[in-house]
């Protein structure tokens, strides 16, 4: 379907501590560093995937396109909740809330909004939540992985701890 490429650079460092005959003590510890990028798609450029953990109206949640990471997650930006002082007032006729001049009405992404309804920024400043306010905000590759050995002889038996 498509290809990618991954770069990075790891590293580790082990000293003993202690090398005696019947006793050794030994510590280690590595970093790693990995970047990734999609060099292709194949006929696509991007897609979107859902996997409706926020919402299954807001839509697709991981962004994928050339020149990206597998894994970057896409979407609005949370800007609370709606409260009260968010509305003009309330029209029982419509069953809905009036929201003030200048608070970005995100109804057309989470339904009907009303206090306590999620609130959503409105990046390019139209007054309106739509799918124009999505973009990259967060990747689920970390960042650098590693961990830390410790391990141990006493007599012919041995123990050791990793962590990572």
Same mark, same amino acid.
């Given at each position: 379907? @498509?290809?990618?490429?991954?770069?990075?650079?790891?590293?580790?460092?082990?000293?003993?501590?202690?090398?005696?005959?019947?006793?050794?003590? /030994?510590?280690?510890?590595?970093?790693?560093?990995?970047?990734?990028?999609?060099? /292709?798609?194949?006929?696509?450029?991007?897609? @979107?995937?859902?996997?409706?953990?926020?919402?299954?109206?807001?839509?697709?949640?991981?962004?994928?396109?050339?020149?990206?990471?597998?894994?970057?997650?896409?979407?609005?930006?949370?800007?609370?909740?709606?409260?009260?002082?968010?509305?003009?007032?309330?029209? $029982?006729?419509?069953?809905?809330?009036?929201?003030?001049? @200048?608070?970005?009405?995100? /109804?057309?992404?989470?339904?009907?909004?009303?206090?306590?309804?999620?609130?959503?920024?409105?990046?390019?400043?139209?007054?309106?939540?739509?799918?124009?306010?999505?973009?990259?905000?967060?990747? $689920?590759?970390?960042?650098?992985?590693? @961990?830390?050995?410790?391990? /141990?002889?006493?007599?012919?038996?041995?123990?050791?701890?990793?962590?990572?």
């Amino acid at each position: 379907m @498509g290809e990618n490429q991954n770069q990075g650079i790891e590293t580790t460092l082990n000293w003993y501590a202690v090398n005696n005959r019947n006793f050794t003590l /030994s510590l280690s510890g590595n970093i790693g560093f990995n970047r990734t990028e999609i060099q /292709s798609l194949g006929i696509m450029n991007d897609f @979107g995937y859902d996997t409706y953990w926020a919402s299954s109206e807001i839509g697709y949640d991981y962004w994928i396109a050339k020149g990206g990471a597998v894994g970057q997650m896409f979407g609005y930006h949370s800007d609370g909740r709606y409260e009260v002082s968010d509305f003009e007032r309330y029209n $029982a006729s419509a069953n809905r809330w009036i929201l003030k001049e @200048g608070v970005a009405d995100a /109804s057309g992404v989470v339904g009907n909004i009303r206090p306590g309804s999620m609130k959503l920024k409105d990046l390019d400043d139209n007054g309106i939540v739509n799918v124009d306010d999505r973009e990259i905000i967060g990747d $689920a590759n970390p960042v650098h992985t590693g @961990g830390f050995t410790i391990n /141990s002889t006493f007599h012919g038996f041995d123990i050791s701890a990793a962590f990572n």
